[in-house]
C-alpha cells in the first residue's frame, strides 16, 4: 500500500474540533460581553445627560391619574406607582381568565363542528375560522371598540333587561352582590362541598377498580356543590342580596360596570383566539385513528362512552399543548388594550407612568418581567401537564 | 340446454343517490342534525343577505358624500382617498416609483424560483433589496422621500418583507446556535435570547426599539423612527423563525449528519449542502405560518406612531370634511388583509407540493 498520495495530517491548533469550539466560544461570548458593555455604558452616559434619575424609588410616589377600572382600592390622589403597577397586573388577569374561558368554549364548539356530519355545520365552521384567524387582532379589537360598541345607545337609551342589566356606550351595567353578616357560611359549605366531592371522586374510582360498577359521579358532584351552598343560603336567611343599577342622571349609579375597553378587547380576543383553539381540537380528534372508535363500538360500548373513555383521553393529548400555547398568546396580545386604553399593565405602565415618569428602561423592563413570568409559569404548566399525560410504558 | 342472460341492473333506489340522498345524509341525517341545519340556515338568512346589500347592493360607489342617499356601504370615502391607504403622505407624483417595485416583487417571487442558473439567483437576490431601496427612497439622482412620508399599504408590506428577509438569516443562525450541543456557551446565549424575545409582548419589544434602543448609542448616532420599528420587528421574527427552523433541524435523521461528516465535509459545508435544504424543505408550512402572524403584527407599529395601512383609517377619518366614515376604513383594510393572508397561505400549499421530492 502506498499512503504517500494522502495528504499530510496536520495538527494545527485549527483542526481539533474541541480546540476550534472553544475558541469560537470565547469570541462569540466577547462580542456579547464587548456589545453589552458598550449599549449600558453609553445607556449611563445618555441618561446622566438628559437628567433622567435611574432606580425603582419612583414606585413610591404618588401617581395622580384616574383609572378606569380597578380591581383594588385606587384614588388618584394617595395610590403611589406601584399600586397602578398593580392595578395593570390585575386587569392583565382578569382579561386573561375571562378571555380564556371564552375563548376555550367557543374553540371547543367550532373546532367540533369543523367535524361535524352536519355540512352546513362544518362549512360554517370553516368560514368562522378562515375569516377571523386571517385578520389582525389589533384591527378586530379596533373594530369591536370604534364600531360596534360605539354604536350602542346612550345611558339614557339604554337597552335593558329585567331592569337590572343595562347596555350602552358606557359598557354592561350589572346589579352588584352585597354580602351581609352570615354569608361566610355559604363559602364554607362550598369549600366543604368541593373537599366532599373530591373524597367521593376517590371512592368511586375505588369502588370501580374493585368492582366494576359504574358511579353517576358527575350528576351527583354537582348536585352536592349546587344544592350544599343553596341550603345554607336560605337556612342563613339569604344573606345576599344585590344592588340594582339606576339612571341618575346622565349615568348610572351603583351595580357593576363593564367598561368598554373590556368588553372589546374580551370579544375580540376570545373569538380571534377561538379560530386556533378550534384548529387544535380537530387536529386533536382527527389524530385518534378510526380503529380505535370502532373497536370500541365492537365491544358494545355506547356513543358517549366512546367519546368519554377512549377517543377524549387520545385526542386531549393532542389538543392540550398547542391550547396551552395559545392561552399565553393569548395574554401577550391583551397587551394590544393600549391601543384602546383598557387599563392593563402596558397601558398603564409602558403607556402613562413612562410618560409621566421617563424612566424607560426601568418601566420597560417591569413590564417585560411581568409577561416573562407568565410564560415561565404556562410552560411549567405545559411540562407537568405532558409529564402527566405521557403514555406510560411498562 | 338453458341459456342464462344477465338481467340488466336495476337502477339504485332514489334514497341512495341523488340530491336528496346528499341532502338527506348530510343535512337531515337525524332530529338534532335537523335543528343544527334549520339553525344554521337562519344564521345565514340573517346574515348574508344584510351584509350583501351594505357592502355592494345598497352601496354608493360614484359621486359625492352630500348625494348620498342610500343605506349601504360609502365606497366613496374609501375611493376618495386611496391614494392615502396605499402611499400614505408619499408625494403623488412619485407614485410611479413604489409601484414599478411592487411590480418588480411579483416579478421576484414567481420567477427567480424558477430559474435554473444558480449565480443569476443568488445575484438577483442580493440586487432586489438594494433596488427596491433606492427606487424607494431615492438617491443616485432620485428624488430623496423621508421614510416620515412612508404609509398606508406601502410601508405595511415594507415592514413585513424587511422583516422577514433581514429575519430569515439570524434566525438560522439562532437555531444552529441552539442545536450546538458541543458549545454550551452559544447555545444558552442563542437560548436565552430566543426564550426571552417569546416570552414578551411583540409591542414591549417595539417599546423597546423605540424609547431605549436610541439610548444605547451615543449621541452621534441618530436612529429614525421606522429604523427602530424595523430593527425590533426584525429581532422579534428571528426568534420565531430560529424555533420553526429548529423543528426543520430535528426532523432530520441523524444519519444525514453522520453522513456529510463521513463525506469530510466541514460543518458549514455539510450544513449548506445537506442539513439545511432538507430542513427548510420540512419547515416550509411552518415558516408561511409564522410569515402570516408577522404580516399581521404589523399593524402594531401605529401604536409607536407609524402609519401603516389600518393607522390610515384614524388619520383619514380625522380629516373633518370625511367624518364618521370609521365602518367602511375598518372593512376595506379588513379585506386587504384577509386577501393577504389567505394567499399566503394557499401560496404556501403551492410551494409545499413543488418542493415534495416524497415518491
Not at chain 2, 130 to 142: D, H, N, P, S, T
Request: aromatic residues 12%; glycine residues 8%; contains cysteine.
Amino acid at each position: 500500500m502506498n499512503n504517500s498520495k494522502l495528504p499530510p495530517t496536520s495538527k494545527g491548533l485549527f483542526n481539533s474540533p474541541q480546540n476550534r469550539a472553544i475558541i469560537f466560544q470565547v469570541l462569540s461570548l466577547a462580542v456579547v460581553v464587548l456589545c453589552i458593555f458598550y449599549f449600558v455604558n453609553n445607556m449611563f452616559d445618555n441618561v446622566a445627560k438628559r437628567g433622567i434619575t435611574t432606580g425603582f424609588s419612583f414606585l413610591g410616589e404618588t401617581a395622580g391619574f384616574g383609572i378606569s377600572q380597578s380591581l383594588i382600592p385606587y384614588d388618584d390622589t394617595s395610590s403611589t406607582f406601584l399600586d397602578v403597577f398593580i392595578v395593570g397586573l390585575l386587569n392583565t388577569i382578569l382579561v386573561g381568565v375571562i378571555g380564556i374561558v371564552l375563548a376555550s368554549i367557543i374553540g371547543l364548539m367550532v373546532g367540533v363542528g369543523r367535524l361535524s356530519s352536519n355540512y352546513l355545520v362544518a362549512k360554517l365552521s370553516l368560514v368562522y375560522i378562515e375569516t377571523f384567524r386571517n385578520i389582525p387582532i389589533l384591527l378586530q379589537i379596533l373594530f369591536w371598540y370604534n364600531v360596534v360598541l360605539a354604536a350602542l345607545p346612550s345611558p339614557r337609551q339604554s337597552i335593558s333587561y329585567f331592569d337590572s342589566i343595562f347596555i350602552n356606550n358606557r359598557g354592561f351595567i350589572m346589579p352588584d352582590p352585597i354580602f351581609e353578616s352570615g354569608s361566610g357560611f355559604i363559602l364554607v359549605a362550598f369549600l366543604l362541598a368541593c373537599i366532599s366531592v373530591v373524597f367521593l371522586a376517590k371512592w368511586a374510582t375505588k369502588r370501580h377498580d374493585l368492582t366494576g360498577e359504574e358511579f353517576p359521579l358527575v350528576k351527583v358532584a354537582l348536585a352536592i356543590i349546587v344544592l350544599a351552598p343553596l341550603l345554607v343560603f336560605f337556612i342563613t336567611g339569604q344573606p345576599i342580596s344585590a344592588e340594582y343599577p339606576a339612571l341618575k342622571g346622565f349615568n348610572f349609579k351603583g351595580g357593576i360596570t363593564i367598561i368598554p375597553e373590556l368588553l372589546a378587547l374580551i370579544f375580540a380576543l376570545s373569538i380571534y383566539t377561538a379560530t386556533y383553539i378550534a384548529e387544535a381540537v380537530r387536529a386533536g380528534i382527527e389524530a385518534v385513528p378510526p380503529g380505535q372508535k370502532e373497536a370500541a363500538k365492537s365491544l358494545g360500548l355506547k356513543d358517549h362512552v366512546i367519546l368519554r373513555k377512549v377517543v377524549l383521553p387520545q385526542a386531549l393529548r393532542v389538543i392540550i399543548p398547542p391550547v396551552i400555547n395559545q392561552y399565553l398568546n393569548l395574554v401577550k396580545n391583551s397587551s394590544l388594550a393600549t391601543a384602546i386604553g383598557y387599563p392593563e399593565v402596558v397601558t398603564l405602565f409602558s403607556g402613562t407612568t413612562l410618560n409621566q415618569v421617563g424612566q424607560a428602561i426601568e418601566i420597560i423592563l417591569m413590564t417585560m418581567a411581568v409577561y416573562l413570568v407568565f410564560s415561565i409559569v404556562i410552560s411549567l404548566l405545559l411540562n407537568w401537564v405532558n409529564a402527566k399525560m405521557e403514555i406510560k410504558g411498562r | 340446454m338453458a341459456v342464462y342472460t344477465m338481467k340488466e341492473a336495476k337502477p339504485a333506489p332514489s334514497t341512495s343517490k341523488g340530491l336528496v340522498f346528499w341532502l338527506r345524509e348530510n343535512l337531515f341525517s337525524t332530529i338534532p342534525n335537523t335543528l343544527l341545519t334549520l339553525l344554521g340556515i337562519y344564521f345565514i338568512y340573517t346574515t348574508v343577505p344584510p351584509l350583501l346589500d351594505w357592502m355592494i347592493f345598497d352601496a354608493t360607489w360614484s359621486g359625492t358624500k352630500e348625494e348620498v342617499v342610500k343605506e349601504g356601504a360609502r365606497w366613496i370615502f374609501i375611493i376618495e382617498k386611496f391614494d392615502q391607504f396605499m402611499y400614505g403622505f408619499y408625494p403623488e407624483a412619485l407614485h410611479w416609483r413604489p409601484n414599478l417595485v411592487a411590480i418588480l416583487s411579483i416579478i421576484f417571487v414567481f420567477f427567480i424560483p424558477r430559474l435554473s442558473s444558480i449565480k443569476i439567483k443568488f445575484v438577483s437576490m442580493l440586487l432586489y433589496p438594494v433596488v427596491c431601496f433606492i427606487l424607494i427612497r431615492g438617491g443616485l439622482g432620485l428624488e430623496v422621500v423621508g421614510t416620515e412620508k412612508w404609509g398606508g399599504l406601502m410601508l405595511t408590506i415594507l415592514v413585513a418583507a424587511v422583516g422577514i428577509i433581514a429575519s430569515f438569516p439570524i434566525g438560522i443562525l439562532l437555531a444552529l446556535g441552539r442545536q450546538s450541543d458541543n458549545m454550551p456557551i452559544v447555545k444558552t446565549l442563542c437560548v436565552g435570547f430566543i426564550e426571552f424575545i417569546r416570552g414578551v409582548p411583540l409591542i414591549t419589544i417595539l417599546f423597546m426599539a423605540s424609547v431605549v434602543l436610541p439610548l444605547f448609542f451615543s449621541d452621534g448616532i441618530e436612529f429614525d423612527k421606522l429604523l427602530r420599528a424595523l430593527i425590533g420587528i426584525t429581532l422579534f421574527q428571528a426568534a420565531y423563525i430560529a424555533e420553526v427552523i429548529r423543528g426543520g433541524l430535528q426532523a432530520i435523521p441523524k444519519g444525514q449528519y453522520e453522513a456529510s461528516e463521513s463525506l469530510g465535509l466541514t460543518y458549514w459545508q455539510g450544513m449548506i449542502l445537506i442539513i439545511l435544504p432538507q430542513a427548510l424543505k420540512i419547515s416550509i408550512p411552518n415558516l408561511v405560518g409564522s410569515f402570516i402572524s408577522l404580516f399581521k403584527d404589523t399593524t402594531l407599529v401605529l401604536i409607536i406612531g407609524l402609519f401603516d395601512i389600518l393607522a390610515m383609517v384614524t388619520l383619514t377619518n380625522s380629516d373633518t370634511s370625511w367624518l364618521g366614515f370609521e365602518i367602511e376604513g375598518y372593512v376595506f383594510v379588513t379585506l386587504i388583509y384577509w386577501v393577504f393572508c389567505f394567499s399566503m397561505s394557499q401560496y404556501s400549499r403551492v410551494i409545499e407540493r413543488r418542493y415534495n421530492t416524497d415518491h
